[in-house]
């Protein structure tokens, strides 16, 4: 934990669920826009855990782990070929939603909805082509509250985003590769801090 003048080790904290193992070697962290809601994901697992987390003593607690449907690759070759790498994630600026990518689909987590017939929604697939699409990789919320999707491998000029990503569903806005830039190498967003957040 961070304070004005220390840094104190405040010791680890295990949870059960999920199991991540060495092999899990992808995979992204998040905490919500107020801090106060921490989530994982990791490659391999199928899962997402989520936690309430305390900024001031840096404690996580009432945990919950969410099952992630698999899901079409969509490959013109292989109609039975299945998406189920979780591979990163991201809070809406609201807290409500958690988008979750995969390679090939991404999913929207609303925390709100208790139902769990209705709590998911797919709302992006590929954003291109089967043949130009490069798989979807890291995800990050911008300073103007839109949800930037990057690109393995930075063969592209082009990053795909979320025009209104506090809106559930479809209305989320996905807007395919419409960030244009004007050289390849285009791979994830940066990792950017909330400046906003503010003391506890």
Same mark, same amino acid.
């Given at each position: 934990?961070?304070? %004005? ?22 995979? $992204? ?6 801090? %106060? ?5 990791? *490659?391999?697992?199928? %899962? ?14 009432? &945990? ?17 070929? $299945? ?12 807290? *409500? ?9 991404? $999913? ?37 509250? %839109? ?10 000029? $082009? ?5 209104? &990503? ?10 395919? *590769? ?11 967003? &940066? ?10």
């Amino acid at each position: 934990m961070f304070t %004005k003048d220390s840094v104190i080790n405040k010791g680890t904290k295990q949870f059960n669920l999920p199991i991540f193992s060495e092999f899990n070697n992808g995979g $992204q962290s998040m905490f919500s826009q107020d801090g %106060k809601k921490y989530a994982t994901t990791c *490659r391999g697992t199928g %899962k997402i855990f989520l936690a309430d987390f305390d900024r001031c003593t840096g404690v996580l607690s009432n &945990p919950l782990v969410y099952d992630v449907d698999t899901l079409s690759a969509h490959s013109p070759l292989d109609s039975t070929m $299945q998406d189920y790498f979780t591979e990163g994630l991201a809070f809406s600026p609201n807290g *409500r939603f958690i988008y979750l990518y995969m390679y090939f689909n991404i $999913q929207q987590l609303d925390l709100w909805d208790n139902n769990p017939a209705t709590r998911w929604s797919v709302v992006a697939e590929l954003d291109t082509t089967w043949d130009a699409f490069q798989s979807y990789s890291g995800m990050q919320l911008g300073p103007d509250n %839109k949800l930037y999707v990057g690109n393995w491998g930075g063969l592209s000029k $082009q990053m795909s985003y979320f025009n209104t &990503p506090n809106a559930k569903g479809l209305a989320s806005d996905f807007c395919p *590769r419409c960030l244009r830039f004007p050289n390849y190498g285009v791979t994830s967003p &940066p990792c950017m801090p909330n400046y906003d957040l503010g003391a506890e």
